[in-house]
């Protein structure tokens, strides 16, 4: 018998983290790796934000703070959700956790029974149906096709909700696709949510301020405020605020749903880096100008990959509207052989190759439960992104 418990068994480690660490083993080890597969940005964190945690420093707000987070961050994120999203969450409706995962962790945890379903359209951000596994739920993976833009139809949500169906995970602009959801969208998904009214609806919208081309943002309760009392609104820092490593993610959601999640967060982490919310304080309430220009950055570095990656052979790149990731599909490389004689038979045999004989580190669609395709994050150089799409150009190319 294991030493183990068998909850571990329900779950895997993060396959992107997985191949990010094993790209930076690769360089350690002196080979020439470019590493495309973390999901954060390159930015430095906005000096600003900075600052203000310096200064939470020496004013000595370095002790415990609430559980749920500080009142002036929740101040701060409840002026945001009425600023940016039109929602009024009181301070006893919102929640801080170390990280957007950790909010997303406690809601799963808090709410969801042996048996339960959670509906997860996909491609998925890979922690959605490992988290309902270890709350030994059932995550229901709903394929969204690339034809549909890789977003969820009203009709195919509608078919996946069953009596067991707890939650609807929503996110917007989609890690790892980079797709989003117009308002006209939702109203769709919502028109079908307002037939069932157990189902509730945990949206992620933490890649909300990365959009390009003038893309609309909406999220759930907004466009259908009937679905407020059973939404709960996740966002964070991590991404648009370039803060992945201070750890700060927040909800908004009905009273009794925070409590729980502060219930659980009480007896695992307690509260968030004290100095991390003060940072986040100014995150939300500073300046927002450096958002813009990130985006005109990232925006050009999506099309260039987008670009690029559509002269590859074999390679078909659509151009999402949001977010720091292409999803390409690699089905025109399947059935073909490399130099080497292998042939290259799923997503993951082709990131393998892309690995071992250009250095590319890319992430495969199996990990999103959509194949065959795989994921690039672009937060990185112009330069480094144009080596490692004529590097992908060249593999493809050398496949027969
Ligand atoms: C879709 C999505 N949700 C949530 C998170 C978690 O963010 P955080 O770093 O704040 O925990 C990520 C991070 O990769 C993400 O891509």
Request: proline share 7%; with cysteine; glycine share 8%.
């Amino acid at each position: 018998m294991s030493f183990i418990a068998d909850r571990l068994g329900r779950i895997k480690p993060s396959p992107t983290i997985a191949m990010s660490d094993r790209a930076k083993a690769l360089k350690a080890e002196g080979k020439d790796v470019i590493g495309l597969s973390a999901g954060e940005p390159d930015f430095d964190t906005p000096q600003n934000v900075k600052d203000a945690a310096k200064r939470a420093i020496d004013a000595g707000d370095t002790k415990y703070t609430a559980v749920d987070g500080t009142p002036a961050l929740k101040k701060a994120i409840a002026a945001k959700f009425k600023r940016e999203n039109n929602l009024a969450y009181a301070p006893n409706q919102i929640i801080v956790g170390t990280g957007g995962k950790q909010v997303l962790f406690n809601a799963l945890l808090a709410t969801v029974n042996p048996g339960d379903e959670v509906v997860i359209p996909a491609p998925y951000w890979v922690s959605y149906p490992d988290i309902v596994e270890l709350a030994e739920g059932t995550p229901v993976a709903v394929p969204c096709s690339q034809n549909n833009g890789f977003r969820l139809r009203a009709e195919d949500l509608e078919a996946a909700i069953t009596k067991k169906t707890k939650w609807l995970i929503l996110n917007s602009p989609s890690n790892p696709t980079g797709a989003a959801y117009s308002a006209e969208d939702l109203r769709g998904l919502a028109d079908v949510l307002l037939k069932h009214p157990d189902v509730w609806v945990l949206t992620d919208d933490m890649y909300e301020h990365l959009l390009y081309d003038g893309f609309k943002f909406a999220t759930i309760a907004e466009v259908e405020p009937r679905l407020y009392p059973r939404t709960l609104t996740m966002n964070g820092v991590s991404k648009a605020y370039c803060m992945t490593g201070w750890r700060i993610g927040y909800a908004g959601g009905p009273a009794e749903l925070v409590k729980a999640m502060a219930t659980l967060q009480s007896q695992s982490t307690s509260n968030p880096s004290s100095i991390s919310q003060a940072a986040a304080v100014e995150a939300l309430s500073g300046p927002q100008d450096f958002i813009p220009r990130n985006n005109d950055a990232f925006k050009t570095r999506r099309d260039l990959v987008v670009d690029m990656l559509n002269k590859a052979p074999g390679i078909h790149c659509p151009r999402p509207e949001g977010a720091f990731y292409v999803y390409p599909s690699c089905a025109g490389t399947l059935g073909k052989r490399t130099p080497n004689g292998k042939v290259i038979e799923n997503d993951t045999q082709f990131v393998e190759y892309l690995l071992d004989s250009v250095g590319v580190a890319v992430v495969q669609g199996a990990a999103f439960g959509l194949s065959p395709h795989f994921r690039i994050s672009y937060a990185t150089s112009n330069e480094v992104l144009r080596d490692a799409c004529e590097r992908i150009q060249k593999a493809c190319a050398a496949l027969i």
